[in-house]
């Protein structure tokens, strides 16, 4: 067993150029029998041709028993001189099979960052590949689900993740350990049935072999005709994503709109896994009846997808965005004209220059010689202004008197008919008085600092 082992992961390094290189790899290690393997056979085998550091992650569920997995983790790469980094959870996150796997995701990108890694391994197997077919199956992942754990996944901002010893089962890694001597971490959470994955593993795949026992290999089968059909898939489709997508987390709505519905789907499909989220079918179709309610809304409207990611749409364009609204900022700061106003929660400063020739030189006036209303300056004449003046972000009930216009409306109503998204509302820096707002930076002006001569300001944000 151990020379197999070794061979195939020869083999693997061999192939993706890991062997007597200056790459560094991450290698995930639970202590379970499949990590434990993994490092055990890398460490043994490899040890003087690959430059490796092993990362376990605590998830601090399951108290004393995930100290100890940790103790025992440390204890292993201690005897061997293995370099061991680990963190421990919060006790306040969400304990669900999603979350924990999430917090392992950046877990293992926050150590590559840490010991600036080109390649993160992990140790699933044949075994993990068969199971994860069989969820997407029962959630109803689609096609794309089908394919299974591959190889290697690439990352977007962070390094690549290989699966090794994804040809062995876990029969093979629990032997692997018995023979060696090893005593690997038992997660006694792996026996309870309220994961499904867990249900997965110790009821329906059981139950499943007595219809077929050669159920494993038929559903390995399954994901390979599931992985040829995906490349014809996205050779057709790789023209229209070059159309739609303007980037790989943005989509041009009005293109989108216009596919077939097959095509939305897929499309909808490649949107979620660029941005790590699990879809299924009726997720996709959820999306998809939202983009039809909202493509033609100027401001957009936006779909909660997670705690704080939101998928936001509108006329323009389709992404996700990171969003809470108690992040918005509540502090004002009273304005003096005769110097620079920094609002250190928004990070920005305004300040109140001159119009000279000057200080206007270094402004981009449109044709009628002023400053756009989407630019970071403005002309503005004070002298009907009363009381004080204020830096600060929207509140309930502002309002605001658009230029050219005579009488006031609601900012929020303003700010909707100008197109701004809702999300990017409470970010605006606002310039007041107690009454009214007089500029909402970026965006517009109010009708009380319209310029009637050269005299007056150039109000600057930055």
């Not at 997995?69 to 969400?94: H, Q, V, W």
């Not at 909202?294 to 969003?323: A, H, P, Q």
């Not at 050219?404 to 303003?414: E, F, P």
Request: glycine letters at 4%.
């Amino acid at each position: 067993m151990n020379n197999i082992f070794k061979e195939k992961i020869l083999n693997f390094l061999k192939k993706y150029n890991f062997l007597k290189s200056s790459k560094k790899i991450i290698i995930a290690f639970s202590g379970g029998y499949d990590s434990l393997c993994l490092l055990d056979v890398l460490y043994k085998e490899f040890n003087n041709d690959i430059s490796f550091v092993a990362v376990h992650l605590n998830h601090n569920w399951r108290g004393e028993e995930s100290k100890q997995e940790e103790i025992n983790a440390r204890e292993y790469c201690k005897k061997r001189n293995i370099t061991f980094y680990s963190e421990i959870l919060p006790k306040n996150i969400p304990q669900t099979e999603l979350e924990a796997r999430e917090q392992r995701y950046k877990f293992f990108n926050r150590a590559a960052r840490k010991y600036d890694a080109d390649a993160i391994f992990t140790g699933h197997t044949f075994t993990d590949n068969i199971e994860t077919v069989l969820y997407r199956i029962i959630k109803g992942t689609g096609l794309k689900g089908l394919q299974g754990i591959p190889k290697i996944r690439y990352q977007e901002d962070g390094c690549a993740i290989y699966r090794p010893i994804l040809d062995f089962t876990r029969e093979d890694t629990i032997n692997y350990c018995i023979n060696n001597n090893l005593k690997p971490n038992l997660d006694t959470s792996n026996l309870e049935q309220k994961y499904l994955r867990n249900k997965i593993r110790l009821s329906l795949l059981p139950e499943l072999k007595n219809y077929n026992s050669n159920i494993d290999n038929a559903l390995y089968h399954l994901s390979q005709i599931a992985v040829d059909s995906e490349g014809i898939i996205e050779e057709y489709l790789q023209e229209v994503k070059n159309s739609v997508f303007l980037s790989i987390k943005e989509l041009n709505t009005q293109k989108f709109i216009k596919q077939s519905v097959g095509v939305k789907r897929r499309l909808l499909m490649k949107f979620l896994v660029n941005n790590n989220l699990d879809y299924s079918f009726e997720k996709v179709n959820e999306l998809l009846d939202f983009v039809n309610d909202s493509f033609s809304l100027k401001s957009g409207n936006t779909l909660s997808l997670t705690k704080d990611k939101w998928l936001f749409v509108s006329c323009e364009c389709m992404k996700i965005i990171n969003y809470t609204k108690s992040c918005m900022v509540q502090s004002s700061i009273v304005v003096d004209i005769n110097c620079k106003n920094y609002h250190p929660e928004l990070g920005k400063t305004l300040e109140f220059l001159s119009r000279d020739k000057e200080t206007c030189q270094d402004l981009v006036l449109n044709e009628k010689g002023f400053p756009d209303e989407k630019s970071s300056a403005i002309y503005a004449d004070l002298s009907s202004v009363k009381g004080r003046l204020y830096f600060r972000t929207r509140r309930p009930g502002d309002r605001i008197q658009p230029f050219g216009m005579k009488s006031k409306i609601k900012l929020k109503k303003y700010l909707i008919n100008k197109g701004i998204p809702e999300h990017e509302r409470d970010k605006i820096a606002l310039l007041t008085t107690e009454g009214e707002i007089l500029w909402a930076a970026g965006v517009g002006i109010s009708e009380a600092l319209r310029v009637k001569d050269n005299s007056g300001y150039i109000i600057k944000i930055n």
